[in-house]
């Protein structure tokens, strides 16, 4: 049974920072690519961060490139994603998922608030 469990959301203000961490199971963690999602309200899910299965190759999309970092822990099996400089506009749910997604595996995600 795969399970993914964010946390690390948070109320912050512009400019602040915040460390979302997932942890994993019943996942060949080492044999996926991971990525961060976002909902915003009224609006469709989106791919933010990704990192590729060899650990090292990261990609984002252009919102948050040099804002947000993403990283993985093999041993722990969890993938992180650091996120400095927050805008209002990064207000949204976060979820953790593999890239492709595994659709019938969405955690509970952590909610991201940021005050202008």
């Known amino acids: 049974q795969v399970q993914l469990v964010e946390s690390g959301g948070n109320l912050v203000q512009a400019g602040g920072s915040l460390r979302l961490a997932c942890a994993t199971s019943g996942l060949n963690f080492r044999f996926n690519s991971m990525g961060w999602y976002r909902q915003a309200p009224g609006k469709q899910r989106e791919l933010v961060a990704r990192i590729h299965l060899n650990g090292r190759t990261t990609t984002y999309t252009d919102s948050v490139k040099g804002r947000f970092t993403i990283s993985r822990d093999v041993a722990k099996n969890t993938v992180s994603l650091q996120m400095n400089s927050l805008r209002p506009e990064d207000t949204a749910v976060y979820y953790c998922?593999?890239?492709?997604?595994?659709?019938?595996?969405w955690g509970q995600g952590t909610q991201v608030t940021v005050s202008s």
């Open positions: 998922n593999t890239d492709p997604p595994l659709t019938q595996h």
